[in-house]
């Protein structure tokens, strides 16, 4: 439903300094907090006033002496939102419509002052403002003997045989 992705780069700052700390303001704004990999975490939490769930992926890379940070932020509608929702429009469809727009704009606001927030604590870990700016560059993986790589990664970018079913870099389902 709402979707909004960042890279943000820092000179200077190596990722395992800032690490603990990114692990634990995501704690703090009460979302549970797993790490899928090294430098790479995944948070989920419910917003139960507007019936929505909202999740975040968070990768740190390393590169030239930079600390690249990408951070996917989305919602969903959970089913109890989506059931309170349609229970609404049926008795109420005027202000059902009014209301699902005001949520979905509530929603929003509240997501980007989480990341403004987010970014904002992260420029105080590093002492400097991040860069927006694109992913670092990732080494490609060799080709199998034969044959030649044809499908970019529609996560990372890195070129990945036909026969592969998720990338090795980001994990992102190949097709």
């Known amino acids: 439903m709402f979707e ?6 820092y000179q200077g700052i ?18 549970y907090v797993i790490q899928l990999g090294p ?5 989920q939490s419910y917003y139960s006033k507007i019936g929505l769930k909202r999740e975040f992926y968070l990768r740190m890379d390393e590169n030239q002496g930079s600390t690249y940070i990408d951070i996917q ?27 699902g727009a005001l949520s979905y704009s509530e929603y929003e606001n509240d997501a980007k002052t989480l990341i403004w927030n987010f970014w904002g604590h992260v420029d105080s870990l590093a002492n400097q403002t991040g860069v927006p700016s694109p992913p670092p560059p990732q080494a490609q993986p060799p ?14 970018g890195a070129l990945l045989p036909p026969q592969w079913r998720a990338c090795p870099y980001c994990g992102r389902a190949v097709g």
Do not use: N, S
């Not at 909004?4 to 780069?9: A, L, N, P, Q, V």
């Not at 430098?39 to 948070?43: A, K, V």
């Not at 349609?86 to 009014?98: D, Q, S, T």
């Open 4 to 9: 909004k992705r960042e890279y943000r780069m």
């Open 14 to 31: 190596k990722r395992e300094d800032i690490y603990p700390q990114i692990c634990d303001f995501w704690a703090r704004q009460g979302f």
């Open 39 to 43: 430098y790479h975490l995944h948070g």
């Open 73 to 99: 932020f989305q919602a969903q509608i959970t089913d109890r939102g989506l059931l309170g929702g349609a229970v609404a429009a049926v008795i109420f469809w005027p202000a059902a419509l009014a209301g």
């Open 143 to 156: 080709p199998p003997a034969g044959q030649q790589p044809t499908l970019p990664c529609q996560g990372c």
